[in-house]
């Protein structure tokens, strides 16, 4: 009879590892699920940044005309539709920031073109695609972090997933420009 028990013991035990190991294996499989759930949405968010960007680029090139309008046009365009991946150029997208801030660094072009109207939209688009970008970056931060987990490369948690990866670019947002004094009328 002792053996019995045992043996019983023995296997209940063995069932409630392995319920224990499956609960675990499931828990972080979903775990890593949801984390590229939250890189695919701060992908979303980065690319939506990026088009308003871009959009504000165009039309604040529109209105500036010149040098500064035809730069900005062009890394505008370059930056232009996104890759498979949903976002743009890495090297474009840091050729729009820089010729952001060179448009925006010049106040006289600004109002003589009546283009100071843009400047907080500008601005704004500007931070945006700063903060989406953070935000995405950490997004596929965490997510590579677990997936270099022994767990989840020994029993392939991951699936047929992607690695995420980051997306790195210039954007420094422009230095808000001090306003340029109305000529004095006499």
Known sequence: MNEQVLAVLVVVGALAAA???GL???????????L???VDRSRAGLRTALDRRRETAVRLSRALGGGHGRALAAAAAAAG???P???????????????????????????????????PAAA???????????????A???????????VVRLFRLSGGAPLPEFFEI?????????PVPAPDTM
Do not use: I, K, M
């Open 170 to 178: 210039d954007d420094l947002p422009p230095e808000r420009p001090a």
């Open 81 to 83: 539709p996104a890759g």
């Open 24 to 34: 675990y294996l499931s828990w972080r499989a979903s775990r890593l699920h949801r």
């Open 19 to 21: 319920l224990a190991c």
């Open 124 to 138: 704004s688009a500007a931070r945006g695609v700063h903060l989406a970008r953070v935000f995405y970056n950490d």
């Open 85 to 119: 991946d949903g976002l743009g150029g890495e090297t474009a997208e840091s050729a729009l920031s820089r010729a952001l801030r060179r448009a925006l660094a010049d106040p006289a072009a600004l109002r003589a073109a009546g283009a100071a109207g843009l400047l």
């Open 36 to 38: 590229h759930q939250r």
């Open 140 to 150: 596929v931060s965490d997510t590579r972090r677990a997936r270099r987990s022994r």
